[in-house]
């Protein structure tokens, strides 16, 4: 099955920015999501980001426009990239894979993005 492993977490000051990267283990099927979700603490888990296989891009509102997700087939990868962070934007964000076909969903084990001076 596929093994979701984010990176580039970290602590950054306001109107910083940081990259984050998943990489998923094996290859995935044609027909699926990759995205990035968040929780806070206290707050419910949402959906930051999301790229289809055919490209297409989905954002919360709240970080459209400094927010953007990309993804690379050939390394299995997918990213974001954040600019202009905001406090509010600290969370644990969790790499996400959903296979269409199967239905199945894929998590990561989730890395910490602070924003603080």
């Known amino acids: 099955q596929v093994q979701l492993v984010e990176s580039g977490g970290g602590l950054v000051q306001p109107g910083g920015s940081l990259r984050l990267s998943c990489v998923a283990s094996g290859s995935i099927v044609s027909g699926n999501s990759m995205g990035w979700y968040r929780q806070a603490p206290g707050k419910q888990r949402e959906l930051v980001a999301e790229i289809f296989s055919g490209g297409t891009t989905s954002y919360l509102d709240y970080v459209k426009g400094r927010f953007a997700i990309s993804r690379d087939n050939a390394k299995n990868t997918v990213y974001l990239q954040m600019n202009s962070l905001k406090p509010e934007d600290t969370a644990v964000y969790y790499c996400?894979?959903?296979?269409?076909?199967?239905?199945?969903?894929?998590w990561g084990q989730g890395t910490q993005v602070t924003v603080s001076s």
């Open positions: 996400h894979v959903r296979v269409f076909r199967s239905a199945q969903d894929y």
